[in-house]
């Protein structure tokens, strides 16, 4: 077998942690089997090799489901991801600086979605969010998508809503007006979305860069839209902005730290400061790093 069968067999072998979900948690060989179309001698191999890793677990006569690898991991990310340490406690501090009925969101970019990957809740905010930890949201709708979507080159957004135009059942954008709230969205640095994803909900969210200048996620902010008005949502989309940059100067420095020691700074990291100040002065205004 050579380098490249090697590589497709691991991604078929992936494909089988994709078949569980909320509604399927437990599935037998066969079923799997049968959903990927494979042999099923080659399934017993591919669920053989997910249980000793630890991500299937057997579950008695009912078939197999996730396994405890997959909760180490999440514990992994949830204390080494560079993101949300980078992020813990800034988001602590802007959760003190909102009224109690507020939501934090951290997001990030996940193949042609965003994930949630951290959360922070005011004592009195809403219980029921469509964004939770985990949980895959569209790519076109909501403000934590809108804020990364906007920094992303231009053929992202073009194939996103080409791919949206053959799915059945979902509204049709109108990729004019698409385009053009991106670009307003790159001007202001910020992007206040209402109901597009939840009833009666706000969401006011900024982009965080990765240490090359490259969108990575977005910090948002939920509030209820009962009794919140402009004065309020201003002051929101302040602290949420100054949240994002924040975060994006620390991954920077914590990056810069990682590079070999010099008297000066090195031309790559003066090319990603250069970088990030231009497209700040070009598409967001005034946006400056905090220190």
């Known amino acids: ?24 948690p437990v599935l037998e060989v066969e079923d799997m089997a049968r959903r990927l179309q494979i042999s099923l001698s080659t399934a017993y191999r591919y669920v053989g090799q997910l249980c000793d890793a630890g991500f299937l677990a057997p579950m008695g006569s009912l078939g197999y489901g996730l396994g405890p690898a997959i909760i180490e991991l999440d514990r992994q990310i949830r204390l080494a991801d560079p993101l949300v340490r980078a992020a813990g406690p800034v988001l602590r501090r802007l959760l003190a600086d909102l009224e109690p009925t507020m939501t934090i969101l951290l997001c990030r970019l996940y193949r042609d979605q965003v994930m949630c990957v951290a ?17 895959p949201m569209p790519m076109l709708r909501g403000a934590p998508s809108k804020a990364i979507l906007a920094y992303l080159p231009g053929r992202a957004a073009d194939r996103l809503c080409a791919a949206q ?3 059945p059942g979902k509204p049709r954008v109108d990729y004019v007006a698409f385009k053009a709230e991106l670009a307003r969205i790159r001007k202001a640095g910020i992007v206040v979305s209402h109901s597009e994803i939840d009833p ?5 969210a900024a982009c965080v860069f990765d240490p090359d200048g490259r969108p990575i996620g977005s910090v948002c902010t939920v509030l209820p839209e009962e009794g919140a008005p402009a004065p309020a949502i201003a002051r929101v989309s302040t602290l949420t902005r100054a949240s994002a940059d924040e975060i994006t100067a620390i991954l920077f420095e914590q ?5 070999p020691a010099a008297p000066s700074p090195t031309r790559r990291g003066r090319d990603v400061a250069r970088r990030l100040d231009d497209e700040s002065a ?5 946006r400056r790093r905090i220190h």
């Open 255 to 259: 990056d810069a730290a990682l590079q």
């Open 1 to 24: 077998m050579g380098l490249g069968d090697e590589v497709k067999s691991g991604d078929r072998l992936l494909t089988v942690l994709w078949l569980f979900s909320a509604e399927r």
């Open 282 to 286: 070009s598409m967001a205004g005034p």
């Open 119 to 135: 959360q922070r809740q005011g004592r009195e905010a809403m219980t029921h969010l469509s964004y939770e930890r985990g949980r």
């Open 200 to 204: 009666n909900v706000i969401g006011v």
């Open 165 to 167: 135009a053959v799915e």
